[in-house]
């Protein structure tokens, strides 16, 4: 099986709603089901169903994250240095728009585009890896060709 990467803060946070998962809405979930079993005929209960298919949700989400951190490869970025890699917080200006970007160079379960955490498999991404400051990279996105100059280059 190939190691999943994720930093210190991407893993706990996993962590933590697996914990979450496991302690406080699987338990709420069977109550929420043998109370809406109370209530007799299964067949148009609709409470039932409802926490049935939430039941189902979250066993899902349990055995995914438990499978993601079995496989975790947790690596600490402060201790990394040099070009881009994973890990990696990167300061882009844009050449067409002036405009600037930091993102973190993240693995897949940990990223979210709106707080700065771009996915490691993105277009982005793949094109920063390897590259230094004062680079620029050309990116193909669905919108078309986009151009970036590394301004900064920081692992914390």
Excluded at 16 to 24: N, R
Excluded at 37 to 47: F, Q, V
Excluded at 70 to 82: C, F, H, T
């Amino acid at each position: 099986m190939e190691k999943i990467p994720l930093t210190r803060a991407g893993f706990e946070k996993l962590d933590a709603e697996l914990k979450h998962l496991k302690s406080v809405e699987r338990p709420a979930i069977i109550r929420a089901i043998s109370e809406a079993r109370e209530h007799g005929d299964l067949s148009e209960n609709a409470e039932y169903h409802s926490a049935k298919e939430k039941q189902s949700f979250i066993e899902g989400r349990v055995k995914e994250l438990e499978g993601v951190i079995s496989l975790a490869d947790v690596i600490d970025p402060a201790k990394l240095s040099g070009a881009i890699k994973f890990g990696a917080t990167v300061k882009l200006v844009d050449e067409d728009t002036d405009e600037e970007k930091t993102y973190q160079i993240v693995g897949e379960y940990e990223a979210d585009l709106e707080s700065g955490k771009l996915n490691l498999k993105s277009p982005l991404s793949r094109a920063l890896i390897g590259k230094e400051e004062g680079d620029s990279v050309d990116v193909r996105t669905p919108g078309g060709t986009r151009s970036y100059e590394i301004l900064e280059i920081s692992y914390v």
